[in-house]
């Protein structure tokens, strides 16, 4: 994998992963290249099926295709169901990291090795009303717990404020972990991501953070997505 691999080492540093769901489609190779240019540590690859969530998005295919553009990790979220016939697709096409929904599998504990079993990082994602013990007996197979901050479906969402006390209890549960030797687990969130709110988001627990709209809609006026990712990590580094 990339260089973006490493945990960050302390709770001052994160990552940074532009959603491409709030993307130009019609200029996606070089909105790709203008993220990773402006400093993105992961693209964010929002993959959704009408099924499990109500939206049609993207598949393996754009992802092979942005692959030549894309010198840093990509980070497949599949929000589909079932999700196990897609996964050797998506590692095929040139996926790093790949997430899907513990209720979107019938073998949470098969479907995390899986992924692994095809040379990709592992995560859960947990929506807004899951709970987060479902990842209490899988956590040794676990490389990224990703929570939602919005209900899943559709970019430009308002962030959910209590995302924030399930950050701090995913932490804890995470540290706890890795203190009793655990492997390495990023914690991810997604959805709602903003310049005014990604320092209480990193001060409850997050190292990485999705950010869609907040960094494609930047107006070119201000500085485009430049501008926005130094923002986003200026204010990031507050907490």
């Given at each position: 994998?990339?260089?973006?691999?490493?945990?960050?080492?302390?709770?001052?540093?994160?990552?940074?992963?532009?959603?491409?769901?709030?993307?130009?489609?019609?200029?996606?190779?070089?909105?790709?290249?203008?993220?990773?240019?402006?400093?993105?540590?992961?693209i964010h690859f929002d993959v959704m099926d009408n099924h499990y969530v109500p939206n049609l998005t993207i598949g393996p295919l754009v992802c092979e295709a942005i692959r030549p553009h894309v010198?840093?990790?990509i980070d497949v979220h599949l929000m589909v169901e079932p999700v196990d016939a897609l996964i050797p697709l998506f590692a095929k096409a040139g996926a790093n990291i790949i997430t899907f929904h513990p209720e979107a599998s019938r073998h949470v504990d098969r479907t995390l090795q899986l992924i692994r079993d095809h040379g990709c990082k592992a995560g859960l994602v947990f929506n807004p009303?899951?709970?987060?013990a479902l990842m209490d007996h899988v956590m040794d197979k676990v490389d990224v717990v990703l929570l939602m901050s919005v209900n899943p479906g559709f970019g430009g969402q308002k962030f959910i404020p209590g995302t924030l006390a399930k950050l701090?209890?995913?932490?804890q549960r995470i540290d706890t972990h890795m203190a009793n030797g655990g492997q390495t687990i990023w914690l991810e969130v997604d959805?709602?991501?903003?310049?005014?709110?990604?320092?209480?988001?990193?001060?409850?627990?997050?190292?990485?953070?999705?950010?869609?709209?907040?960094?494609?809609?930047?107006?070119?006026?201000?500085?485009?997505?430049?501008?926005?990712?130094?923002?986003?990590?200026?204010?990031?580094?507050?907490?």
């Amino acid at each position: 994998m990339s260089h973006s691999s490493a945990r960050p080492s302390s709770a001052a540093d994160f990552l940074i992963a532009p959603s491409l769901l709030s993307a130009d489609f019609a200029m996606l190779g070089q909105e790709v290249r203008n993220v990773i240019d402006s400093g993105a540590d992961w693209i964010h690859f929002d993959v959704m099926d009408n099924h499990y969530v109500p939206n049609l998005t993207i598949g393996p295919l754009v992802c092979e295709a942005i692959r030549p553009h894309v010198k840093i990790g990509i980070d497949v979220h599949l929000m589909v169901e079932p999700v196990d016939a897609l996964i050797p697709l998506f590692a095929k096409a040139g996926a790093n990291i790949i997430t899907f929904h513990p209720e979107a599998s019938r073998h949470v504990d098969r479907t995390l090795q899986l992924i692994r079993d095809h040379g990709c990082k592992a995560g859960l994602v947990f929506n807004p009303a899951t709970p987060l013990a479902l990842m209490d007996h899988v956590m040794d197979k676990v490389d990224v717990v990703l929570l939602m901050s919005v209900n899943p479906g559709f970019g430009g969402q308002k962030f959910i404020p209590g995302t924030l006390a399930k950050l701090v209890d995913a932490r804890q549960r995470i540290d706890t972990h890795m203190a009793n030797g655990g492997q390495t687990i990023w914690l991810e969130v997604d959805g709602g991501v903003k310049v005014d709110n990604i320092a209480e988001i990193v001060r409850a627990g997050a190292d990485t953070l999705v950010a869609g709209s907040a960094v494609f809609g930047a107006p070119d006026n201000n500085g485009g997505y430049q501008a926005v990712m130094k923002l986003l990590r200026k204010n990031a580094r507050q907490a």
